[in-house]
């Protein structure tokens, strides 16, 4: 089946660090791979996403590249930012596998100022 | 309105009651999904509607679970006879006909304890 695995948070970091949350997937088929966002009292968002390996999805200075060889698609930003804090969900969905996504645990972002 | 709204948007009850949780999806969104999030997991696929079609049903956990919806309107997700084990947040989510199935527009959640 499909599935997605991400690091356990809380991640916690002061201002201006870098970011990075770990993804990894099994899928049965060829997956899309996307990074959705949940802002405090929000609903979810899609950040970003990518569609093909190799793939580079950006938004907000968040980047994520679809990585087929390790089967990854780690989240990275250069420098958060306390509005950053929230909490980051890694998803895939499979072609001509239904209209579902198949999201991982959930990672709780905490920035310091 | 702006967004898909639930409501409610928290719910306790007694185990062995029935339940029902609601959904207004975005204006004009011809498809809408059910999600549930139990606590530190990730979000489980429930159920799927895409216009007039039958829906999707693949995720449903139990005959205790049904979901209704209406053309491209409000769905409703009913539990019966609940038990703790459903103790989770039940997200919505809906797509407009032009965007790609991946771009979901999700709501605030219904946070449902049983006790």
């Known amino acids: 089946g499909n599935s997605v695995t991400q690091m356990e948070g809380p991640v916690t970091l002061s201002e201006e660090a870098f970011l990075t949350i770990n993804c990894t997937y099994t899928?049965?088929?060829?997956?899309?791979l996307f990074w959705y966002v949940q802002y405090p009292g929000e609903g979810l968002q899609l950040l970003l996403k990518?569609?093909?390996?190799?793939d580079k999805g950006s938004n907000k200075g968040f980047e994520a590249t679809y990585r087929k060889e390790t089967t990854s698609f780690h989240l990275e930003k250069g420098s958060v930012q306390v509005s950053d804090s929230a909490v980051y969900f890694c998803?895939?969905?499979?072609?001509?596998?239904?209209?579902?996504?198949?999201f991982g645990g959930g990672t709780r972002l905490m920035v310091k100022p | 309105g702006a967004g898909v709204s639930q409501s409610p948007s928290n719910k306790v009850t007694e185990k062995g009651k029935d339940v029902e949780l609601r959904c207004d999806p975005i204006?004009?969104?011809?498809?809408l999904y059910w999600y549930r999030q139990r606590l530190g997991q990730g979000l489980e696929f429930l159920i799927y509607f895409q216009g007039n079609s039958a829906p999707d049903k693949s995720g449903l956990p139990s005959d205790r679970f049904s979901a209704e919806r209406t053309g491209e309107s409000v769905s409703t997700l009913t539990i019966q006879r609940t038990q703790q084990e459903d103790s989770a947040v039940y997200l919505c989510a809906s797509t407009k006909p032009s965007g790609s199935p991946e771009t979901q527009y999700f709501g605030p959640g219904t946070r449902l304890l049983v006790l």
């Open positions: 204006s004009g969104h011809t498809a």
């Open positions: 990518a569609t093909k390996a190799d």
């Open positions: 998803a895939l969905r499979v072609y001509n596998a239904g209209n579902m996504l198949t």
């Open positions: 899928a049965t088929g060829y997956p899309s």
